[in-house]
């Protein structure tokens, strides 16, 4: 499985960017797919989870009421719609998918055999 992120860039604080994690499989509906964060200095920080079929998600206190997770099994596709953004959410951005990752793991990078290659936010304060 190859995981391609995208929609990454510069922001300013309150702002908004909605990230893309396309998947190069065609049962991506067999895979929980989540967004982990890592900042400059810092361990990947889990942000987002979603289940196969998108009917249960996931998010730390961190982000919560700020970032939606959503998924697109038949375009292969997960989302992350950030909103209200500070500069602390800055950080280099991942998708991760597992077919085998149990929904209490979800959070947790170590359960997660496939990644994509990452996608820079900056938020300006």
């Known amino acids: 499985v190859q995981l391609q992120a995208s929609g990454g860039g510069l922001v300013q604080a309150g702002g908004s960017l909605r990230l893309s994690c396309a998947a190069s499989?065609?049962?991506?509906?067999?895979?929980?797919v989540a967004w982990f964060r890592q900042a400059a200095g810092k361990e990947r920080e889990f942000v987002a989870g979603?289940?196969?079929?998108?009917?249960?998600?996931f998010y730390p206190d961190s982000v919560k009421g700020r970032f939606t997770i959503s998924r697109d099994n038949a375009k292969s596709t997960v989302f992350l719609q950030m909103n209200s953004l500070k500069p602390e959410d800055t950080a280099v951005y991942y998708c991760?998918?597992?077919?085998?990752?149990?929904?209490?793991?979800?959070?947790?990078?170590?359960?997660?055999?496939?990644w994509g290659q990452g996608t820079q936010v900056t938020v300006s304060s």
């Open positions: 499989v065609r049962t991506f509906s067999r895979y929980r």
């Open positions: 991760a998918a597992s077919s085998t990752v149990i929904s209490s793991a979800i959070s947790y990078p170590s359960a997660y055999g496939y």
């Open positions: 979603i289940e196969r079929n998108g009917g249960s998600t």
